[in-house]
């Protein structure tokens, strides 16, 4: 970009790097760490990593993951090993209590990693300042800190993609140090070991600016001026690949071994082929997306609704960034701006392509580019006319979206969770009200920190994220959390309640049946029935799929539990799940059935002669889900008559 000098900030930050570094750790320990006591799922997916974690340590597999006695296929292993220690921390008090903040650890560490994986790049690309700022910045970023306290993959994977890129980086500028080839050997692995093979999307990045780079020197040597199409052509960037094939290699294949080798491990342990599970779930979810190129590039919703959103607070600044790093690509050729667009390009068009943005969280591993970026032109760009005419465009922008969000919220009663989902709020308007005050001063200070604030981009950025910062109490405050049966708001949260109604109607040994789709639709309820485990160390649902007068049997006779089980899968041996039905002697047994399950089960109910029909006993239950909406569960039990 247009630099007017070299800014006083950035020698001030510079001399007190390693002050400020600790103090910018503070402050992301501080906001990382807020919100991780939720005694409930922020959404679907964590209770299937909280759960499967759970069962590694009961079961002593630290190689095959599973849920609910079944493999769970569907990651890669790295996040369950990195919450695996925690895990045992919550053993020591029998998993009781809210051990969910203990599991959420890993995740939150990671988050602050990619904090300072984002400070460390953007001190080597553009200077001390821009590293520190854009840290606060990614770190003030909503969808980032929602991601920080989520017991998902997603952070596990963007800080190993985080440090693969700052490795890339060095060696992209010229160094060639064992420790960068090594380092990037290891976070190359770890990224493959969280989220297969898209960890390698930060290294196709980095091949094509290398390709780029060598293309644009040819033609500069040639004294010729470099195109957009000479800068692309295809010989020379596997000209520049095979020049720099050694470390390619090695670090291609430091993904690929560590990988191949759990495959083979997990297979051997559990004689389940985990790559099929991988394999099936990507096509499961490329395929939910259109088949068609020109349908998905037609109909990029998710940037026109949510691009503000996903770079919240600061992503109206993005317009601005991209003009400057054009400008400056156009008027004179900076590498450093061609290494960071072409790792964000790679990683937008694949899942772009691949899976059209379904969720915001596609966007994670390029908030710290998004960040440093937009940083770099907040402090550093020439403040000329089309830099004010950006900046309040961004800033328009950003009040804009925030209106929206906060109009869109209080028109609908609900409040978003992880950006995606809406938690109906009327029944407590008055932890509504504080956040929505809360809001609007965010808005307040931040428009008084922005007036004329294009030469003191500092200030701008500190006190929009203090703001932002500032807000998200108020924010956690509106979201539901599990006291009791009888005390919520405002319903009783489906996991917790449900179990705790369970325990509550039953005695010993408790079989728990149900439909495949009912744990598949909410998975929050396998993890709570560690509170029904009665000291057996890990309780298992039998889901099955077979005539509702076989599931009434199981459920007068639970004994015969192993062999519905063994019916649906012929090498039943190899399950978790099936040792447990097998070896387990039951004193009761429930059916819980969604609304859907319930109609077929009702047609056959009624087909019963009434005496046996008494004997069935159906109660009702109006809870919240994990997707944090109102639904309907029927506990189904057999008594009978003395």
């Known amino acids: 970009m247009n630099y007017d000098s070299k800014h006083g900030s950035d020698d001030f930050c510079q001399k007190n790097w390693k002050i400020l570094l600790g103090l910018l750790l503070l402050f992301s320990f501080a906001v990382s760490f807020y919100g991780i006591c939720l005694n409930y799922f922020y959404d679907i997916d964590e209770p299937k990593y909280a759960r499967a974690v759970y069962e590694m340590f009961s079961q002593g597999n630290f190689l095959a993951p599973m849920f609910d006695g079944m493999p769970r296929m569907e990651k890669p292993p790295l996040t369950y090993w990195v919450m695996y220690p925690f895990a045992w921390l919550a053993s020591l008090k029998g998993f009781s209590g809210n051990t969910l903040f203990l599991l959420r650890i890993p995740t939150v560490i990671c988050s602050m990693l990619i904090v300072l994986g984002t400070a460390f790049t953007g ?54 140090r064992k420790v960068v080839s090594i380092g990037g050997a290891v976070v190359t692995a770890l990224g493959v070991l969280a989220k297969g093979p898209f960890a390698f999307l930060p290294l196709a990045g980095y091949v094509l600016a290398v390709g780029i780079r060598h293309n644009v020197r040819a033609k500069h040597e040639a004294g010729q001026s470099a195109s957009f199409l000479s800068s692309m052509n295809l010989g020379g960037i596997i000209t520049a690949k095979w020049n720099d094939r050694k470390i390619l290699m090695i670090w291609f294949l430091a993904g690929c071994i560590p990988f191949g080798l759990w495959l083979y491990a997990a297979w051997m342990s559990s004689g389940f082929d985990y790559s099929q599970g991988l394999v099936g779930q990507f096509f499961h979810n490329t395929s939910t997306s259109s088949s068609k190129l020109v349908d998905k590039l037609g109909r990029l919703d998710p940037y026109l609704d949510t691009l503000t959103v996903i770079f919240f607070p600061w992503g109206g600044y993005v317009f601005g960034a991209v003009f400057g790093i054009w400008k400056s690509i156009k008027e004179k050729y900076d590498e450093r701006y061609v290494f960071m667009v072409c790792v964000f390009l790679v990683y937008l068009l694949t899942f772009t392509l691949l899976f059209k943005l379904k969720s915001n969280r596609y966007m994670l591993p390029v908030l710290p580019i998004l960040s440093i970026l937009v940083c770099d032109w ?3 760009a020439k403040r000329d006319k089309s830099y004010r005419t950006f900046f309040e465009m961004g800033f328009i922008w950003l009040c804009s979206m925030g209106a929206m969000l906060s109009y869109r919220s209080f028109k609908a009663m609900k409040v978003s969770v992880n950006l995606a989902d809406g938690v109906p709020v009327e029944q407590y308007m008055d932890t509504m009200v504080p956040f929505f005050l809360a809001f609007g001063c965010f808005f307040l200070i931040l428009l008084v920190v922005s007036i004329k604030q294009t030469e003191r981009p500092a200030l701008h950025i500190i006190g929009g994220a203090l703001a932002i910062v500032a ?48 744990i598949k639709a909410f998975p929050d309820v396998v993890y709570f029935l560690k509170k029904l485990d009665n000291g057996s160390g890990c309780m298992y649902s039998l889901g099955s799929s077979a005539h509702p007068a076989e599931m009434l049997q199981a459920i007068a006779t639970p004994e015969k539990a192993a062999d519905l089980f063994k019916k649906e899968h012929p090498d039943a041996e190899k399950y978790p799940a099936y040792k447990y039905f097998k070896e387990t002697k039951f004193d009761s047994a429930v059916m819980l059935l969604s609304s859907h399950d319930y109609i077929e089960f009702y047609k056959f109910l009624e087909t019963l002669p009434p005496m046996i029909k ?29």
């Open 471 to 518: 807000v998200m109490p108020f924010y956690y405050r509106t979201l539901p959390s599990y006291v009791s049966i009888s005390e919520n708001k405002p319903l009783p949260i489906m996991g917790q309640a449900l179990t705790d109604g369970l325990k509550e109607i039953t005695e010993g040994n408790t079989l728990v049946l149900h439909r495949p789709f009912f």
């Open 614 to 642: 008494d004997m069935v006993v159906v109660e009702e239950m109006n809870m919240l889900s994990v997707k944090w909406v109102d639904t309907q569960i029927r506990i189904v039990r057999f008594i009978p008559k003395q």
């Open 123 to 176: 001190r080597r690309l553009f200077g001390a300042a821009t590293g520190l700022l854009a840290a606060v910045m990614i770190q003030s970023s909503v969808l980032f800190k929602f991601m920080s306290v989520m017991m998902k993959v997603d952070v596990v994977f963007a800080c190993c993609v985080t440090w693969a890129t700052y490795c890339y980086l060095l060696r992209y500028l010229g160094d060639k």
């Open 378 to 380: 907040l402090v550093n």
